[in-house]
């Protein structure tokens, strides 16, 4: 099994919601990963834990608060957002944050209006 | 220079032909090869990965890298309208962290 699992599919938020996206694998791996991707662009890196501790934050808004709960899972919780901040958000996980080939979610997508 | 240059497409072919999908690349650190395949508004699938210079062999689907002129590619034969989608070539450094690099993507269109 290689799923990795996203809800919701789709949100759409105004600027002063707080909500939060969740990801969930159960392949064992230990390394999970959060990348934002708009338009005819690649994705773009935010954050990566490994063993359930943040190892990676590219520079990302403290509007965007990432958690690990435990090794499975996986929230990015939202904050104030800006119309800019709409793309698909996609969570990876690998087996280890090194050199592991990662596995994608379906990805959420995300409005702010 | 870009890290990692692939051409954006888009590409049209008729189905049944042979498609030829390539990314250039200029860190020779990196050393770890792969290939997604991500439809409109889902996520990236992960179709080949490999480590070494040569040929890997998938059913319809062929990687292929080599290291020397820094340039890898992705084969696809008998290419189906199923085939339509962005294909995205990723490298990962040797060592340490992985850190993926993505090409910007191209889009592949197989028409019927």
């Known amino acids: 099994d290689t799923e990795v699992t996203q809800t919701p599919k789709h949100l759409v938020m105004g600027m002063t919601n707080k909500k939060s996206l969740k990801c969930e694998q159960h392949?064992?791996?230990?390394?999970m990963y959060w990348y934002k991707q708009k338009a005819k662009k690649p994705p773009e890196l935010m954050f990566v834990?490994?063993?359930?501790?943040?190892?990676i934050n590219e520079s990302v808004p403290s509007r965007f608060s990432p958690e690990c709960p435990n090794s499975s899972l996986l929230n990015l919780h939202l904050h104030a957002l800006q119309p800019e901040d709409s793309a698909l958000y996609l969570c990876a996980s690998s087996l280890t944050s090194l050199q592991e080939t990662q596995y994608f979610g379906p990805g959420t997508r995300l409005l702010v209006l | 220079q870009k890290e990692v240059e692939q051409d954006p497409g888009p590409l049209s072919v008729p189905e049944g032909a042979i498609v030829s999908l390539n990314c250039t690349y200029s860190?020779?650190?990196?050393?770890?090869f792969m290939w997604y395949r991500q439809y409109s508004r889902k996520g990236p699938e992960l179709l080949m990965y490999?480590?070494?210079?040569g040929n890997k062999e998938d059913g319809r689907f062929t990687a292929q890298v080599d290291k020397s002129s820094k340039y890898i590619s992705l084969f696809i034969r008998d290419s189906q309208p199923s085939d339509s989608a962005t294909y995205l070539c990723a490298i990962v450094n040797s060592g340490g962290y992985q850190k993926v690099t993505f090409g910007i993507g191209t889009k592949l269109q197989v028409i019927p």
């Open positions: 834990y490994s063993y359930e501790k943040l190892s």
């Open positions: 860190n020779s650190a990196f050393q770890y």
């Open positions: 392949m064992g791996h230990r390394a």
């Open positions: 490999t480590y070494s210079s």
